[in-house]
Each structure stands twice: as C-alpha cells, then as structure tokens.
C-alpha cells in the first residue's frame, strides 16, 4: 500500500491502494477497487468508486458520495449517499449503521 503525506490542492485522486495522512484542500475522489484509508482532512466532498473499500479516520468538511464500502471512524460534516450498492457504516461506540436506504440502525452492544 502506498503512503502519502503532506498538504495537497485538490482534487486528489486516489488510483491506488492508499494510506493517506494529511490534508486536501478540496475534493477527494477514490478510483474504483481501490483500498484507501484516509487520515486527516478532506475540505470538499469525498467521492468513492465501486468496489472501493475507504476506512476514513479523519474529517470531510463536504459530502460523501459512496458507490463502495466506507467505514467511517471520524466525520462527515456534509451528506453522506450511497448509491449503486455502496454502503456507509458509522464505527462509533453505539455500532450505528447506515443502509444503503440511508435509514440508519443502531446494533446490539
């Protein structure tokens, strides 16, 4: 997995598996089939490909448009969609989730 750090003018895309730490000053696009964790802070939107697996432990100031699987430890201060079978889920210390109907369900704990 690639590892990249620093500050960035976006939007930054993501055509690869990924650890990213630090900062995008705009949007984030994750490529298709790709594993991206995200750590830090994404000032835009947060756009994921199909197929994409995304753990985000940081902060998107925008929206997230999900098409695969993001797990989010941190914040989504925007809409966050799932469409065409993506999936959303909020790892919090209640295990909420998010359907692709974009109701959300508390787990059992």
């Given amino acids: 997995m690639k590892r990249l750090e620093g500050k960035f003018l976006g939007p930054v895309s993501i055509s690869e598996d990924t650890s990213f730490h630090g900062m995008v000053d705009g949007d984030m696009i ?3 089939n790709v594993d991206a964790r995200v750590h830090g802070m994404v000032s835009g939107d947060l756009e994921i490909g199909s197929g994409a697996v995304v753990e985000l432990r940081g902060m998107v100031a925008g929206s997230s448009v999900n098409r ?3 797990t989010v430890y941190g914040e989504v201060r925007g809409f966050m969609h799932d469409e065409e079978g993506g999936r959303t889920t909020l790892a919090d210390r209640h295990e909420r989730h998010r359907s692709s109907s974009g109701r959300r ?3 059992s704990h």
Wanted: hydrophobic content about 35%; aromatic content about 0%.
């Fill in 105 to 107: 369900e508390r787990g």
């Fill in 68 to 70: 695969g699987d993001l």
């Fill in 30 to 32: 994750i490529a298709p």
